[in-house]
Structure formats: C-alpha cells, structure tokens
C-alpha cells in the first residue's frame, strides 16, 4: 500500500497521506505510477463523456477532458515538458541545457511547445466526442 500511497501522493492531488518517504516508498510508488495516470484519465473522460452525453458539445468536453489532468496533477507532466522544451531547444551543451531545465521560470520553446500540445490534445478529442461520448471517454482515458 506504501506504494500505491507514493504514486498517488505525489503526481496527483487526490487527498492521500504517504506514510513512508524513503527509496524504497518511491520505488514502488514508481511502479504504480500508470495506476495514478489511468485514474487520471478515467476523471478527465468522466468529465468530458458526461458534458458531451448532456450535450454541451464536442469542444467543451475535449476542453474539459484536457483540463483535468493539468489540473489532478498540478500541471506535473505540462512542467516537465515546457522544462525539457526549454531545455533542447537551446541548443546548449549537456550541461548547461540542463541548468536551463533546472529553473523555475518557462522559456519561449516551453511556452510554444505546450501551446501546440495543448492544442493537438483538444483538436483529438474534439474530433472524437465529435464521433460520440464513449469514442471522446475512451480518448481522454488513453
């Protein structure tokens, strides 16, 4: 259960209380990251499946299936992108690349990749919820 604990506890926001914070923790945790993710995924298609079931649109719901991840995960794997963006984008040698992805801030290349991914990941679902709720669930779960 340790685990399970780590994995949710600390790439999602869900109220769960992690008990043990040592390699161990984190390595199991490790292993039950995909269990977070497919949570994740299931709540960003519940929201998008129930407001195109209710008929809210096609857009709406790709929106809102989008949203959810960003917003159950603090924005962990936009972070980790905009970061890795910035990083190769620069051009620079190993190691400064890596001190660029190290800071806090976000550089053009994050901004404009998580742009274009954000909106490659809304014009998907749309598509699909376009085909119907469980066609649109099914993307957004995945």
């Known amino acids: 259960m340790d685990g399970i604990r780590f994995a949710f506890g600390t790439l999602t926001v869900l109220p769960v209380r992690v008990r043990r ?23 960003a298609a519940a929201l998008g499946g129930v407001l195109s079931a209710l008929g809210a649109g096609a857009l709406l719901a790709a929106v809102a299936s989008t949203a959810v991840p960003a917003v159950l995960t603090r924005g962990l794997h936009l972070d980790g992108l905009a970061d890795t963006a910035d990083g190769l984008g620069s051009g620079k040698p190993a190691a400064d690349a890596l001190a660029i992805m190290k800071r806090s801030d976000i550089g053009p290349f994050g901004v404009v990749t998580l742009l274009l991914v954000l909106l490659a990941q809304v014009a998907v679902l749309d598509r699909l919820y376009g085909l119907g709720w469980a066609e649109g669930a099914a993307g957004a779960a995945v």
């Open 21 to 43: 914070w040592d390699r161990g923790a984190a390595r199991a945790g490790m292993l039950w990251a995909p269990l977070a993710g497919l949570v994740v995924g299931l709540c």
